[in-house]
Each structure stands twice: as C-alpha cells, then as structure tokens.
C-alpha cells in the first residue's frame, strides 16, 4: 500500500517536472548494490525482497556476479550508491571492506563490525557493553600448541572456568560463530550425557550423546543453560524499529526438525514484549546491522539474547517480504534522495487494517486443563532403617548441612561413596573386636554396603547410568536417640543423641512404566480442542500444519496449540527419579516428541521440591496419621473374624471396596498366616532355582537377577513376622507391591502359589493402604490437607489466572496465515506426583464438601463410582477442566465452568471382573445440545473458529453461523455422542472414550433408567496386554492398559469450586503459612521454576490474586481473556515510542 502511494507520488512530482523543463534528462538512478556468494544473492527470499524494491521508481539493483566478487579486483566491480553485502560460508569480506573505502557507498550492513560477528567473544562482549541481558557465560581460550594449559577444572556435575562454576546443564559453544558444535551437558541426576547440536541436516538438527565430559581441544564459551520449555525466538531486523521474531522447537530439545508438507521448518510467528523490541533495536544499532537477524531465549520471565548472526531474513512470509523491501526502500529514499536531488517525500504509512472480529457462536472454550498424575509403573520399593551414633556419621551430617534442619538426603554419588566408605571402615573395625563402641548391628552395615555396591554394578545397565537416582540416604536427628519402636529393641538402648539412618533403593520407573506415561501422553491430547481429527480439508483450513507431521491423527488440535505456541504448558513433577521420569515420558507422547528422555527432563519438566507442592516427607507424620496407623494396626492384630463392630471401627464410610476385602480377609491373623507361609514357600522355591546350575544366571526383568529377587523377598519374610510373633502391618503394601511386580513382569518364573499370594496380600492391602490416609472422614480430611495445601493453592492459582490476561506467548495475529484463531489460548498444568498426594487430593475432592450427594444426583454416582475403586494405580490421573462460555455476561457465575474426571490408571492383574463401571467420559461441551440449538460439542472445537476479538465497550452487532454440517466418517476417531433415549437428572450423554461393553457393575446401581451405552467411540488405549514393542528397551513386557477417564462432575460453576478450594485451604491454619511460603518459594526460584515466555512469575495480576481477600470473587470485573487476546501493536513497523503496549513488563 505504502509502496503504490510513494510510487504515485513520484509519478506525479515526475510529471510536473517533465511539464517545467523538457529538456532536462531523465532522473538518475539509485543503484543498490548486492554483493554476496551466490547461495545467498539468489535465493528465494533476497529474490522475493529484490523484486519488491525493485516497485520503487528510482531504485535500480544490481547483483554482484560471484565470479567477479572472488576474482576479479574491486576497480572492476559494478558501481553503486547503495552496498548491500555480507559474510557467508567463502566470502572475501576484506575484499568488500576494500571496495567500501574504493568507493564509498550507504551501507546497510556496516562491514567492519562482521569481523566480530565471526567471534562469539566479541559477540557477547559488545552485548554485555550494550546492557543486553545474556545468559552467565565464562570464556575459555585454549592455546593450540598447550591445550593442556588452561584454567578448567571438571568436576562429575560442574565445570570451574577461570574460577567460575557452571553447573549442569550448562552449554559449550565453539568461539567461532561459524562452527554450530555447540554442546548441552546434562546433569547425572537427569541421566547425564549430552545434546549436540549442528546445522541442521535433513530432519535433524541434535543428536544424544552419552558421553559426560567437555571437550579437550579448542577455545569455548561456558554459559548456564536456560530453561525455555523447549522453543527458541528468532528475531529478524530492518533497522532499529521493525522487527519479526518466529519461534521454533528448540533444536536441543529431541533434535527432530519439524517440517510442513513442503520440508520447510516449521515456525509461528510470535508478538514480541515491549522490552523485546528495546533489545532488538539495541541489537541493530550496537552491531551495525540494518538486517540483523538474533536468538532469544525466553527464561525465567525474562528475554536473554544467546546469539548474534548477522545479516538474515525470514523465510516464506510474503507479509514479511512486503515490509522489508517497504522499510529498506524508504530508508534508500530517505538517505540518498536529497544527494542525488530527488524528489521524493516520505509517504505516510497507511494503517495496517485490523483484523475483523468473528464470534465463535455458544461454542465454549477450553481455557484450563489441569491433571494430576501418579507415577507409572516401578520396581519394588526398598528401605532399611539404622540407629547410628559413630563420629564419623555425624561428622558427615554436619558436613551437609543436617543441623540446619535436623534431616539430611543424600543422593549425589559422591555422597553416597563417603557412606558406603564409613560402612566399610565400620565392619573392619568390627571385624577386629567385638565388644568395641561401635554398636552398628553387623547385618545392617552389610545390607548398607551391598546396596550401595549393588547399585553402582548395575548402573551400566539402568537408563544410561541414573547413578544418583535410584537410591538414597536420609539422615534424621534423633535428640534422645530413637524412641523403642517394638520389643525387641527394648534390651539395647542407649542414651545420648543419634542419627536414624534410612537407605532407601529400588522404586525406579520400568520400561514399561515408560510407555504406560508416553500412550497416556498420547491419548491426553485429544481432550484439546480438535484432538478428534476429522476431515480438516472441508473446512478451507490450509494452515501447513495441518498437511504436514500432524495432519490427520488424534490429538493434532494440541499439537497445533502447542506448536504455533497458543499453549502454555508447564509440567511440575516431585523430586523422585521416577516421578521426573514419568514427566519427561508423558511429556514425549503429549508434544509427540522423539529420542531419549533427558533433555526432555531438563528442558520441560520443573523440579517442585523443596516446597512441599508435590513431595511429602513420609517420615515426618502428622500426629493423626501416627494415631491413624496405630488403630489400624491394633484391628488388624486381633486373631478372630472380623465382626460388626470391625466394620463400623474400620470402614465407617461404608466404602464398598473396603467391605468387599474385609469379607476376603475374614481373620486378619489367619489371613497374614498364610501370607506369610506363601512368603516362605516363595524363597524356599528361589533359593532351590538358584541351586539349579541351569537357572541360576538367570536374567529377570530390568535387569534383575535371582539374586536379588532372593534378598528381596528374604527381607520380607524377615521384617513381616516380628520376634514377638505378631504381624508388621506396615510391610503389607511392599508385599502386595513386590507380588504384583514379579506376577506382571517375572511371570516366566512359573513360581507356584503366587496368585494366591497376591490375591490376599491385594485384599490387605486394600484396607491398610487407603485407611493409613485416615479411617473416618474427619482424618481422612486432616491427613489430607497436611499433604495438599500447598497444591490446592496452586490449582486456585492455575484456575484464576486463565481469564486474566497475561503476556503469555501470543501468536502475531497479522502473520498467523493458517491459524484460523490466533487468539485461542489454553493453559496446561501437569502435576506428576506420588501416592500419597493423589489419596489425599481425592480425599479432599471427596470428603471436603465440594457437594452434597443428597442433592445432587451426578455426584452422588461419582461418590458411588469412586467407593468402589479399590485401588489407585500407577498413572491414576485427577483432571480439572475449565471451560469458558463467551455468550455469558463476562461477570456471571455461568461464563466459567469447571469440570472434574479420573481414572484410576493401570489395569491391574486380575481386575477385569471386579472393575467398577463409571458412566464414561461426559465434558459438558455436549451436555445440553438440546436445550441450545447451536452447542458445540467437543468435535466442533476441531474447526478451530476465531476467537471473540470483541472490545467488550462497543457492541458489534454480528451474524451468527450456521453450526457448520460435519460428515461423521467412519472409522476417523471422533468422539461420538448418544443420548440415552430416557434421560437421567442431568440428561447426561455419554461419551466413552473406549470401546466399553455396556456391563453393570454390581457395586453401582442405574440411574434412574440411565443406559450405558457402548458406542464405537475414541479408542484411548491400543495397548492392551499384548506384547507391546517397547522403544528399544530391553525384553518385551507385558504392559497393561489404563483406565480411561471416568467424568466425576461436569457443570460445576467456577466460583463454587474457588469457594470449595478457599474453604479446605483456610480450614488447615498452620498448614496456611507453610503454604505460602511454599507457593513463594515456588515463584522466587528462579533456577528451578521456568517460567514460559516473557510472563512473569505470578505477574503483579496473579499476586494480588493470592493475597486478595476471598470476599472479592476473582472474576469480579475481570475482562474475558478472549477480548483482549490479540493485543498488540496492529501494525508491525512502529516508531518505539508511538505505542501504548499491552504487556505488563
């Protein structure tokens, strides 16, 4: 537009000169020179960009041949008022700098300075010079002749650089720009090795590597690794007041490029922050670079730059063509126009047109999803306590740090080596004399020793050495030594403080439990909006996603969330290995990413410990829970049937799947009589396998020997019976735990009994495991908010923040061709997390007064359905939704609506004919389709409309569509609807996301004529127990299938379940402070919580939202987020100080 005009003024000036004088001769030209390689000059988009200039009526172009630049001298070279040259690959830049002092021409791009771009030092000196924010970085320079003589010092998970420690992850990049080696290093504690990244060839761009170590050769760059969630920000200038910035799939994060149907990377363009454009212009000026092309970081709530790299331009984007040929033409104009007296005045920029608001009809948003999840499937738990009071224990809690808080862990090997070498030096000691002070029991020393050894024998062949993950020390002081815990301790003790040592090994997450988080990860993306692929062509949308990796399977409607970044994603896991394992899996099958777990861990998944959000510290118990236990186990101790009064001592809930096994169990005593005798039969069979020369070295499953099958259950059978003759309840889940690993991954054995054996350990530990989470509903809520608080708060944090709005990234809305709502935006919270924490959460859902069952019909079958779960698996998933209708008064209760589902995870062995049924997969998106004529349900979301980009003052009056006609093809995984022909309270339609078959549990009786009925719908899970290709892990394995979600609620009203989550919360006053110390700490580590984009942590918005006084309702006044959503500056080249920005800086 611009262009037409300045090209018709110059006409118009030209004619009336030609009417002045017509003799004068023909205006002279002004000839723009490009000199550079070919490659460069004739590619698509300098071809694309010339042709562009070329509109300008007095501008000419010339391209300097390559065979001129490279042999002939610069006298010869073409003339020109205007230099457009740059470095690549081959390119005489001294040539260059010579035919600029020959001749003297307007450069765009200072020559000079691209001698410094070449050097990443200088690089990062001038952007330290400028103020620009970068990354922690130290300079390493290696002398070629003495690479030995340098100042680094590596230690196992850091590096010391001229006296500057960087600990992993930290980067290694070369100090020539032109070599793209650039190294990640990972800590051991993710699994360790390396990412190396290179220019990109075909479809990668990084490989893993297992080696740990830094390079040898050669001078490098140390910088801290920055957390981004996985995608990098280019930034491209024209001059110091346009700048576009795309963002990709962080080449470290997988190493796959992603490409559209035409083998293009794939890129979205991304707004850039207030802040962002200062950086970008700083970054033109400094560098002298009119085309300048950067890379930014965004960390931590902060933009840092991590690479300068001259001149460049953006690929197929015609609008990005158009402005760049615009801005350098009138740039051309202004500077040589006057010299070479031309008449040409600067045209005014004609305004961008804004984008013309549509509404999405009654369709209802997805703005929220928030899970939380149980880790998969581990290898038994294993743990052995010790009362220690030897110097040199105490010596190394002081060492750590224990006083501070009276506990220690250790996990780092180094840690672990000083324990096992104090073990060692112990039973020498013991060795000599046997009356000596030392009173550390021999058997237990030797245990401590042989795991330590044990372990670090198998690291090989762990998940590349996870040395520091899988077993752990704890440490705790003990001021008057330890407190008699059962009898036959009472004849030892000893006065004075000591340390109660508590080694913990085992519990690591198997191949299978890998692939039960990845196919979990898989299915979860088609609860997003299209994540039930139909035939997308019909809809016009020709985005090059849709025909690209994505086109055509489910879930790709998050997949183009996520990529074209209208999806905030943070993946919150506690700080066992398992549960962070679980994460990275998950977060693999969610965002379809390839290669190995760790730098899917360290990129995407935030450690949250430290602050109680989803680590419990099982051995400080509450006072209620020591009480809890203790009544647990005097019932459990009684030598008789159960009686009535049993029943009401121990299942006052009433809780079917409680009832059900005390029936099984009949006699406690009895009952763990004969578990015990099947413990024994069990290790007399192992130990008579081992005899056997022919078994002997067999390999078990991950790579566990008979050995160490034997030592486990051994210790069982020791630990379980105590010297007095009665039972240790405590060690009934690590029976059920163990028998049901070895029944699912060692079947092969052919070890006689074992079903039996699991059968009534299951039954008992179906009582002691839920009710040690408390017996009446009053405990059950005690223990529960001193576990989840801290979580509940953060859920009310999670669900606030959606409708306020933030500087998330927001896609450019004038360069989002394809993108048919560039203002959809969904928040995705993952909490991956322990047992304990999900009990307890549902406990609160369950026994916290979110509802009442007398009254409401549809809760009361979820309380019915959730009694009847026996237990929560591996994978158990709790998933709030949050839905935002856009018709609703953006004040009423109506506009926000939250749904509630789970699943109780993995199918366990014999389950199928126990199972409860529930009444399937409900999202409230398809309940009332006929109360309103025009309810999307959830495929419609699949259209992927526009959003609302309404300003809520004036009223545009606006046609409504026609809900579009969708051909259902058959076999396309769609969730199909039926309604019951007689509808229930709630009319609810049913929508299984697996083929079910329309059996009745008995435990739950129809609604009122309510059908379940089984409908080809979405298969959720193809695993079933069929041998599943494990991605190359070792052994194929039986990996069962998961429960699919079960919708507990679906038309709960935002503010009730904010007033419900205020209510828990407040109840539990000394659990408050920790709380928000915990959620403090939450949003001040800035090492441990990335925060996605420029928002920061908890924006002033979001922390007056936790401090505000809950009479305020949050959604009080608040804007819907969908009416500011494509904020921004509407068009792209804007003077710096012109606009008004909409991001909170």
């Not at 030892?492 to 692939?515: C, H, I, N, Q, Y």
């Not at 039996?756 to 989470?773: C, G, K, M, T």
């Not at 809520?952 to 579009?964: A, F, G, H, K, L």
Request: overall charge negative; some cysteine; hydrophobic content about 35%.
């Amino acid at each position: 537009m611009g262009q037409m005009d300045a090209g018709m003024k110059n006409e118009l000036f030209r004619e009336e000169e030609m009417d002045d004088d017509d003799e004068s001769p023909s205006e002279r030209q002004i000839v723009v020179g490009i000199c550079a390689m070919t490659k460069k000059s004739k590619s698509k988009p300098m071809t694309q960009i010339l042709e562009r200039l070329c509109k300008f009526d007095y501008i000419d172009v010339v391209i300097f041949p390559e065979e001129v630049i490279l042999e002939e001298p610069v006298e010869k070279w073409p003339l020109c008022d205007c230099l457009i040259s740059f470095h690549s690959k081959g390119f005489p830049l001294d040539k260059a700098v010579e035919y600029a002092k020959l001749r003297n021409p307007l450069l765009i791009n200072d020559l000079n300075m691209q001698y410094f771009i070449q050097d990443r030092r200088e690089v990062y000196r001038i952007l330290q010079e400028e103020g620009i924010d970068l990354p922690r970085y130290a300079v390493l320079n290696r002398d070629p002749d003495n690479p030995e003589e340098c100042n680094l010092v590596e230690g196992e998970d850091q590096v010391e650089v001229n006296g500057e420690v960087f600990h992993k992850p930290f980067v290694e990049k070369p100090v020539c720009a032109e070599d793209h080696n650039v190294y990640i290093y990972y800590p051991t504690s993710a699994g360790g090795g390396s990412q190396r990244l290179f220019r990109k060839i075909g479809s990668r761009s990084s490989v893993y590597s297992p080696e740990s170590s830094v390079r040898k050769t050669g001078s490098y760059i140390y910088e801290e690794f920055m957390p981004t969630d996985g995608t990098d920000v280019k930034v491209y200038t024209v001059g110091p007041d346009y700048a576009h910035a795309e963002a990709r799939k962080s080449p470290a994060l997988d190493g796959k490029v992603e490409r559209d149907s035409e083998g293009k990377e794939i890129r979205y363009p991304v707004m850039l922050t207030a802040m962002e454009k200062l950086v970008a212009r700083k970054v033109c000026l400094a560098f002298k670079q009119t085309v300048c092309g950067f890379d930014l970081l965004r960390a931590n709530g902060h933009s840092f730059v991590c690479d300068v790299n001259g001149f460049s331009f953006v690929k197929n984007s015609m609008k990005y063509y158009d402005d760049c040929a615009k801005v350098l033409g009138n740039m051309v104009m202004r500077e040589l126009a006057p010299q070479l007296h031309i008449p040409w005045s600067i045209p005014m920029e004609a305004e961008d047109i804004p984008i013309v608001p549509t509404t999405s009809g009654t369709m209802m948003e997805l703005r929220c999803v928030i899970a939380i999840i149980r880790h998969g499937d581990r290898t038994p738990k294993q743990k052995m306590k010790m009362e220690v009071r030897h110097p040199l224990f105490f010596e190394l809690f002081e060492k750590y740090g224990g006083y501070k808080t009276g506990k220690l862990k250790l996990k780092k090997p180094k840690q672990l080596q000083e324990v096992l070498d104090i073990a060692r030096l112990l039973l020498v000691e013991l060795g000599q004399h046997t009356d000596c002070e030392i009173e550390e029991k021999k058997s237990k020393l030797e245990q401590l020793k042989t795991v330590l050894e044990m372990e670090s024998s198998l690291n090989d062949n762990q998940y590349g050495h996870f040395s520091g993950i899988n077993r752990k020390v704890q440490l705790t002081y003990l001021r008057n030594g330890k407190p008699k815990a059962s009898s036959e301790e009472e004849d030892s003790k000893k006065d004075g403080p000591s340390l109660l040592l508590v080694l913990k090994w085992g519990g690591e997450l198997t191949p299978a439990g890998r692939v039960q988080a990845e196919e979990l990860g898989r299915a979860f993306r088609c609860m997003y909006p299209g994540g039930q692929a139909g035939n997308r062509r019909s809809l016009g949308c020709d985005s090059p996603i849709d025909f690209g990796d994505y086109a055509g399977f489910p879930g790709c409607g998050l997949l183009r969330l996520h990529s074209t970044y209208r999806h905030d994603l943070k993946i919150y896991a506690s700080d066992e290995g398992r549960v962070q394992m679980t994460a990275a899996a998950f977060a693999k099958g969610l965002l379809a990413l390839e290669g190995e777990l760790t730098p899917i861990l360290v990129q995407m998944v935030k450690s949250a410990n430290m602050n109680g959000l989803l680590d419990s510290d099982s051995d400080s118990l509450t006072d209620c829970q020591q009480k809890v236990k203790a009544r647990l186990h005097e019932i459990m101790q009684k030598d008789q049937d159960f009686t009535e009064q049993d029943y009401q001592k121990l299942a006052p809930t009433g809780s079917p799947s409680l009832v059900n096994s005390m029936k099984v169990i009949e006699n406690p005593v009895k009952t763990c009589d004969k578990v015990y005798a099947l413990i024994q039969s069990l290790t007399s069979q192992i130990r008579k396998r081992l005899e056997d020369p022919k078994s002997a070295d067999l390999q078990l499953y991950h790579s566990e020997t008979l050995e160490l099958m034997l030592q486990r259950w051994s210790k069982l059978e020791r630990d379980f019976r105590m010297k007095n003759g009665r039972y240790d309840i405590s060690k009934i889940p690590d029976i059920y735990d163990c028998i049901k690993y070895d029944l699912q991954h060692n079947a092969s054995l052919d070890l006689e009994d074992t079903r039996e054996l699991f059968r009534l350990s299951r039954a008992l530990a179906d009582i002691v495991i839920p009710q040690e989470y408390g017996i009446n509903r009053a405990e059950k809520l005690d223990i529960a908010q001193a576990y989840c608080v801290p979580l509940m708060k953060k859920i009310q944090l999670d669900l606030q923040r959606t409708h306020e709005d933030e500087a998330v990234n927001k896609l450019h809305p004038l360069y989002s061709r394809g993108v048919m709502s560039p203002g959809r935006h969904v928040r995705t919270r993952l909490y991956f997390t322990s047992e304990s924490h999900v009990h307890s959460l549902l406990s609160i859902f369950r026994y916290g007064g979110l509802l009442n069952e007398e009254k409401d019909q549809q809760w009361k079958q979820a309380m019915d359905y959730l009694s009847a779960v026996t237990e929560l698996n591996y994978m158990t998933q709790i998933v709030i939704m949050l839905y935002e209708d856009n018709n609703k008064d953006p004040s009423s209760e109506e506009r926000f609506h939250v749904e509630l589902h789970f699943s109780p995870g993995v199918k366990g062995c014999e389950d199928e004919e126990t199972i409860p049924l529930g009444f399937g997969f409900r999202p409230a998106s398809s309940e009332n389709e006929d109360k309103k004529p025009n309810q999307g349900s959830l495929e419609d979301l699949s259209q992927d409309e526009p959003d609302q980009a309404l300003q809520v003052s004036d009223p545009i009056n606006i046609q409504r569509r026609s809900p579009m006609i969708r051909n259902r093809k058959t076999g396309s995984m769609e969730v199909l609807s039926e309604t019951s022909p007689t509808h229930s309270a709630k009319g609810c339609t049913s929508h299984r996301l697996f083929i079910s078959c329309s059996r009745q549990s008995p435990e739950i009786k129809p609604a009122s004529g309510l059908e379940l009925l089984s409908m080809p719908a979405v298969k959720r899970f193809s695993v079933s127990y069929a041998r599943h290709p494990t991605n190359g892990f070792e052994g194929c394995s039986m990996v069962p299938s998961i429960y699919p979600l079960e919708t507990l609620h679906n038309s709960l009203s935002l503010k009730q379940v904010d007033e419900f989550l205020n209510s828990v919360c407040e109840s539990n006053s000394e659990v408050q402070a920790k709380t928000m110390k915990a959620l403090s700490g939450l949003f001040a580590s800035q090492s441990q919580i990335s925060l996605y984009s420029p928002q920061q942590p908890l924006s002033s918005s979001g922390s007056e939202a936790s401090l505000r006084p809950p009479s305020q309702p949050l959604w009080h006044g608040s804007i819907p987020s969908s009416a500011v959503s494509s904020a921004g500056p509407s068009s792209p080249i804007t003077e710096s100080s012109g606009l008004n920005f909409s991001f909170s800086e």
